[in-house]
């Protein structure tokens, strides 16, 4: 009987072992709280240096529209 090399080495089993490719290989499923906690930092996280990248970028663009002529944004009529 053949054994995985996860079982063969002691590895808990979330670790699971696939054959179904030319190379055996472990993949490690983490667990369910892990992905909300990872979702909530990445929410968080964009949420607040959106917030504090705000008036550093309303500080470019006004210094932009001060010291070069035309608009801030670069808007272009699109040729078909």
């Known amino acids: 009987m053949q054994h995985s090399i996860a079982t063969q ?20 499923s983490p667990p369910l709280a892990y992905d909300y906690l990872k979702r909530g930092f990445d929410v968080v996280g964009s949420s607040v240096l959106g917030v504090v ?15 070069s002529p035309g608009p801030a944004i670069f808007r272009q009529r699109r040729l078909t």
């Open 53 to 67: 990248l705000i008036p550093v970028m309303v500080g470019v663009a006004l210094s932009i529209r001060l010291t």
């Open 9 to 28: 080495v002691g590895i808990p089993t979330p670790l699971f072992h696939h054959q179904n490719e030319s190379a055996p290989y472990l993949h490690a």
